[in-house]
């Protein structure tokens, strides 16, 4: 296959988004592709800062940073705009949106691109995004319109889970345009385990501090078990709904209880806890779920989206979504948690599905498909 330039774009440099567009782009530069990314400059921390700088090196097309924000208003006009000079300078063969945003730019502006007879592929990951939407809300009916006149623009979809393809054929509907299913992929030596510190907490929460992600399940899971047992918990991670999570803490009486620390690669978090909590509402194909398992950690999570399809046999392990269902496997783990270490599936049987390489190769193959001959 011959070398492509490759422009990634998405709003968010957090989260799993980001992690997936790094992990591919540095596979797509090894095999030989130019690879770029367009992403927020307001969105992350330090944390995230320090993540693009060792990334941008690395990059032929480079990593470029300008604000894009999170709901649509009046300042789209002006990041679109900014957005679509980076891209066209970039001129790409194949241009990849990540999430509602990322995606609505990539098929937009690859359309605009190919008014001037550019070949480009536009391609479209959703990465859950506003599949999370409820069918029924105003909200969701519109950015459902959205989704069903932007897939005339789509030249490939690419889902990272069985379950994220079938809700956009219930809610969207389709697909009409031609799509693969590519899992999420860690590296070789996420496979490695990680022990708990002897001083380590009896759970760990990490990932974005927002209610989709489940964080204040998490605390009234660890306020219920604590009325009953001695509990200790870290929360690992940033968002806007950081405080509020604090005061949740401190109302419930959880200071001495639960500590709060800033984002950190998930190894270094894995060994500050025991037991590893995924207390989602929704998801498309975490990354904190496979990174957990292939580290070897007892992981506590919620039947949504894709998980289902990590665990495969072993999903009758998961939870609910709820607050009872949540605290009951967790108290379980605290008073039998060699029960709990037996129902994980085994790391070498994940390698195969869930690999950077199996994902990249599978990405490039839609690539080689989908790109218009010269």
């Known amino acids: 296959m011959k070398s492509l330039r490759v422009v990634h774009c998405f709003r968010s440099p957090v989260g ?3 992690r997936h567009v790094r992990d591919l782009s540095l596979a797509l530069e090894n095999a030989g592709h130019k690879v770029g990314i367009i992403c927020d400059s307001s ?3 330090d944390y995230e800062d320090r993540l693009i700088a060792d990334l941008a090196p690395h990059l032929s097309l480079g990593a470029h940073r300008t604000p894009m924000q999170r709901h649509i208003g009046p300042g789209d006009v002006a990041a679109a705009w900014r957005t679509w000079k980076l891209i066209k300078e970039l001129q790409p063969d194949v241009l990849h949106g ?3 945003k990322g995606g609505f730019y990539a098929r937009a502006f690859g359309s605009m691109l190919r008014v001037g007879r550019s070949r480009v592929a536009r391609l479209y990951s959703p990465h859950g995004g506003s599949l999370h939407y409820d069918d029924d809300s105003l909200t969701g009916k519109a950015f459902f319109l959205v989704e069903r006149l932007l897939e005339m623009a789509t030249d490939h979809l690419v889902f990272v889970a069985d379950y994220e393809r079938r809700v956009f054929a ?3 509907g389709g697909p009409h345009t031609p799509w693969t299913v590519v899992y999420n992929g860690i590296a070789p030596g996420e496979f490695e385990p990680v022990s708990a510190a002897p001083d380590a907490a009896d759970f760990l929460y990490i990932g974005m501090m927002r209610d989709l992600k489940g964080p204040d399940l998490f605390i009234e899971a660890v306020a219920s078990i604590a009325a009953k047992r001695p509990t200790t918990a870290v929360m690992v991670g940033d968002g806007d709904d950081l405080p509020r999570y604090k005061a949740m803490v401190e109302r419930l009486g959880l200071t001495n209880s639960v500590r709060f620390l800033p984002p950190m690669p ?7 806890a025991r037991n590893v909590v995924v207390p989602s509402r929704a998801e498309a194909m975490p990354y904190i779920v496979l990174e957990t398992l292939a580290a070897g950690k007892p992981l506590i999570a919620t039947r949504v989206g894709g998980i ?4 495969g046999d072993a999903a009758a392990t998961l939870c609910d979504a709820s607050l009872p269902s949540l605290a009951g496997r967790m108290d379980d783990a605290l008073s039998d948690p060699v029960a709990l270490a037996a129902t994980m599936p085994e790391p070498t049987a994940l390698r195969g ?5 199996a994902m990249a190769d599978a990405i490039s193959a839609v690539y080689a498909r989908t790109i218009t001959p010269a």
């Open 16 to 18: 799993g988004i980001f």
């Open 170 to 172: 219930e809610k969207i």
């Open 353 to 357: 599905r869930f690999s950077v390489e």
């Open 43 to 45: 969105t992350g921390g």
């Open 266 to 272: 998930a190894r270094k978090a894995f060994a500050l």
């Open 98 to 100: 990540h999430g509602a």
């Open 308 to 311: 289902p399809e990590i665990f």
